[in-house]
């Protein structure tokens, strides 16, 4: 099974003009044409988070489905975290799953067409903490029997240290610079496979509409399922 899978964190739908833009992410997002779009920090912060993106407007404006992760209605995702599918495939085994750390994190796990977990996670700014994030991760890796890959914002801006306690099931990779979308410096954005995924191609989305749209660039990946 060959999938292209995205990554991209959406700021709550701010741009760098300041403004809130749900359209403007939903075209990016459309313009990346994956099968599988995870995203970060998809709900508002304050109240009851409802979604940056709401619901209507990806049913109308989207060929995508949001994996139903939040339990008050008005969520996206959890923590912060969702997992768009392209219609016409199937998801299963939908959960959240709780890091540990100084300020609330969490990560959504989902099984694609039976194949393959996704997981999407937006880990700390401190890297003792994300490195508990990462154990906490690996934990729950034990526990599938997919090939899985995790994406998101890692939070590392080293290109090679801080991703040991996942190195020990996972390849990290690294696409390109996302951050800042302005004048990106930083390879903020990491896609890690475990064995049984192959890494086909993968690059970061420079487009003039990404560029502001967010203060992060999308990442993109092509994987073959080969287990």
Same mark, same amino acid.
């Given at each position: 099974m060959d999938l292209k899978i995205a990554t991209y964190n959406m700021r709550k739908a701010i741009g760098l003009d300041r403004r809130r833009?749900?359209?403007?992410?939903?075209?990016? &997002?459309?313009? &990346?044409?994956?099968?599988?779009l995870v995203l970060q920090e998809a709900d508002r912060r304050l109240g009851p988070r409802p979604s940056a993106l709401p619901f209507k407007m990806i049913e109308e404006e989207t060929d995508f489905i949001p994996v139903p992760?939040?339990?008050?209605?008005?969520? @996206?995702g959890s923590h912060g975290n969702a997992v768009l599918v392209r219609k016409g495939l199937t998801f299963h085994d939908a959960r959240t799953v709780e890091l540990p750390g100084l300020e609330p994190r969490g990560a959504v796990s989902v099984g694609i067409e039976g194949k393959m977990q996704v997981i999407g996670t937006h880990l700390g700014l @401190?890297?003792? $903490?994300?490195?508990?994030?990462?154990?906490?991760l690996a934990g729950h890796f034990d526990h599938i029997e997919l090939p899985t890959v995790i994406l998101g914002d890692f939070n590392e801006w080293s290109p090679r240290r801080g991703f040991e306690p996942l190195e020990v099931h996972f390849d990290i990779h690294s696409p390109g610079r996302? $951050?800042?979308?302005?004048?990106?410096?930083?390879a903020l954005d990491r896609i890690a496979t475990s064995e049984g995924v192959e890494l086909r191609d993968a690059g970061v989305d420079q487009s003039k509409l990404a560029r502001i749209a967010s203060d992060h660039l999308p990442v993109w990946a092509k994987l073959r399922i080969t287990d």
């Open positions: 833009d749900p359209h403007r992410i939903l075209n990016v &997002l459309n313009d &990346l044409d994956a099968d599988v992760f939040a339990t008050n209605g008005l969520s @996206l @401190l890297r003792p $903490y994300r490195h508990q994030q990462m154990r906490a996302s $951050y800042h979308a302005s004048r990106p410096m930083a």
